[in-house]
C-alpha cells in the first residue's frame, strides 16, 4: 500500500495529514507513506520528525494586494506555478502511489492536479466550513472528496456526493490522560493554563497573552504554558525581559508535544482553526478563543460561535481584545472549577471523534478500487 499526502504551510494543514497517515499505519505497518511539501514552510520540520518520506517542490500562493512587494512575488509564484507541476509529476511517477490524499494549502494544488492529469486516484479532505481555493478548484475531478462541516458542500460544484468526517484527530491525542499528562510536564495539582496563537504566530494574542503573564507572574497559582508561533518569539521576550519568570511559566516558539499539553491543561486560549476545535473538543477543554479576522470568510468566528453556543468556550474578538479583558476573562473562568468542568463536559459531548476512522474506510475504498 503507498499513500501520498500534499499540504502544508501551516499547522492546520499539516497535523491533518499526519493523523490520517498516523492511523493508516497503526492498522497496516507496512504501508508507505510519502509526503509532498515545501522546504520553507512548518511541515519540513514535522513530517521528518514522524519518519515518514519528505518531498519537497518549490511552490507559493498568491497575494491578493496590488503594492509593488505583492505584485513581484505573484510574478515569482506563477513562474514557480509552471515548474512545480513538473516537479510533482515527477515526484508521484517516482513514488507510484496508489492514492494521492490533499489536504489543504496552495501545496497541494499543483500534486493534486499532477494526479489526476496522470491518472492516479485523489482524495480531498476539507477542514472548513468554507473551502479554499484548492478544495474548489480540484474537488470535481477528485475520486472522493470529504468534508469537515456540511456547510462547506454548497460552497463545491461536486461531480459525487461528498462525505462528511469530521476533522481527523492525532490520535495521540486520544491516548494521554491529565493524569499522565501532568505526571510528564512535572505538574502538581495547580490548574494549567495552554495558549498558543497558531504555528505562524498570532501578533495580537502574544501582546495580549504577555500583559496576562505580567498579571499573574508575581503568582504561583497556576502553571502557564504559551507559544508565541515562529514569528513571534522575540518580541515576547523583549516584552518580558523587566520582570523574572517564575518556573511554573513556559514560553515556547511552537509545542511539539501537544498531545500532552491539551491532555494535562485546565484552560486553553487559542484562536479558532478548525483542527484546533476538533482536538480541544475531543480533549474536553474549556477555551477562550479569539478568532483570527484574517481568514477567508472570517470562518474561525464561526467556528467559534459553534462552541460558544453550546457553552464550550467563551469568545473575544481581536477588535476587543487587550491585555485587561483577557485577564478578566481567565480571572473568571480560572477561579470558577464547576464553570470549567461544565464547559469541558459541553466541549467533549459535541467533538467528532471518530473521524479518522471515517476518514481511514474512504481511503480503503479507493485502496481498494485503484
Known sequence: MKILFAGG????????????????????????????????????????????????????????????????HNISAAKKAVTSSAESKKLIKQINPDVVIGTGGYVSGPVLRAAQQLGYKTAIHEQNAFPGVTTKMLAPKADAVMLAMPEAEKYLKLNKKPVITGNPIRSELLKISREKARAKLGLDNRPLILSFGGSLGAKRLNEAVADLIKWHNPSDKFYHIHATGKVGYGDMIESLKDIKLRENITIREY???????????????????????????????????IPS??????????????????????????????????????????????????????????????ANERIYKVIMRLFTTA
Open 293 to 354: 479576522p484574517y481568514v477567508a470568510e472570517n470562518h474561525q468566528f464561526h467556528n467559534a460561535m459553534t462552541l460558544k453556543k453550546e457553552g464550550a468556550a467563551e469568545i473575544i474578538e481581536e477588535k476587543d481584545l487587550n491585555g485587561e479583558k483577557l485577564i478578566e476573562t481567565v480571572k473568571y473562568l480560572i477561579e470558577n472549577k464547576p464553570k470549567l468542568e461544565s464547559m469541558g463536559t459541553a466541549a467533549k459531548k459535541n467533538a467528532i471523534i471518530d
Open 9 to 72: 504551510g501551516t499547522a492546520g494543514h499539516i497535523n491533518p495529514a499526519l493523523a490520517i497517515a498516523d492511523y493508516i499505519k497503526e492498522r497496516h505497518p507496512d504501508a508507505e507513506i510519502s509526503y509532498i511539501g515545501t522546504a520553507e514552510k512548518l511541515e519540513a520540520k514535522l513530517v521528518p520528525q514522524k519518519g515518514y518520506d519528505f518531498h519537497t517542490i518549490k511552490v507559493a500562493g498568491f497575494y491578493r494586494s496590488l503594492s509593488v512587494k505583492a505584485i513581484a
Open 255 to 289: 509545542i511539539d508535544d501537544m498531545d500532552v499539553c491539551m491532555a494535562a491543561a485546565d484552560l486553553v486560549i487559542c484562536r479558532a482553526g478548525a483542527i484546533t476545535l476538533g482536538e480541544i473538543g475531543a480533549c474536553g477543554k474549556p477555551a477562550i478563543l
